[in-house]
């Protein structure tokens, strides 16, 4: 918790909780012990958690020689925006000396795309703001959220905005639509499960990375983002069931606000149908 005490104490304040838990004290319970770590390290972890997206958009094929990881930087702009503060951003540097940026917002309950209030423009303007100094060509956008789903609504929302709307943050809306990640939280207990069983780094890495997986892991298990298992392992006992053979499941998070359905309002379908809210 060293880095949202350093860094964000001045949000602690009531009303400024989602479910009982601050965004940044995540944040930091998560990440913030990787700045102290060896740059092989941090480099593994997050290229299991970034890479495999990034991969046919110049993410850096060798581990960077160096790696400075910014929590809640401010960000400022030359075309008189107001300024941002992401989460994190991870800058990698190579031996040719690019950098390569990583921009990380980190969201539980709330959004960044919601279409009113002072937030619809949250990630539009990290982008924007990091480009003016960054090539976009090396700049990497991760959307950490609780929800899938409902991110890719938020983004696409943004997205579905007019020319005018984006014209004044300079920059091509697809471009960074390529780069433009939404990663769920269970997504990244389910990774770091993988990297865990099926590391192939030298052991002294390897026993590193496993410690800070497993004790992540068991952290998001606690505040309620549980690994997924299979649906073998899933707790069925609180879902509607429609006969002996078709279940209702609604995401990663189980089957706890699965509620009763009118099913003369759903038509008849030739293979079983998973349906949501």
Known sequence: ??????????????????NGY???????????????????????IFNQLFGERFRDNNWPKLKPISINMLFWPKLSSENGLPDIFPDLIIDFRNQEGKTHRVILEVKWEAGAGRSEGKERDQLPRQWSYSIEKFSYEYTFHVYLVKRENKAHKEVESIFELGEDWF????????EWRKRLYILSWAQLSMILEDAIK????????????????????GFLDKIGVPKFTGFAMVDTSNAYKINKNILFWIDWLGFDKVIKVDFRLIQKTPVPLFWKE
């Open 22 to 44: 601050y965004e940044d004290e995540i944040t930091s319970a998560v990440f913030g012990s990787l700045s102290y770590m060896d740059i092989d390290i941090i480099w593994e």
């Open 1 to 18: 918790m060293l880095k949202v005490v350093n860094g964000r104490a001045k949000y602690h304040q009531p009303g400024n909780e989602f």
């Open 167 to 174: 014209r004044k943050y300079r920059f091509d809306k697809n």
């Open 198 to 217: 099926h590391a192939i780094y030298p052991e002294i890495i390897c026993s590193k990375i496993r410690l800070w997986a497993k004790d992540v892991i």
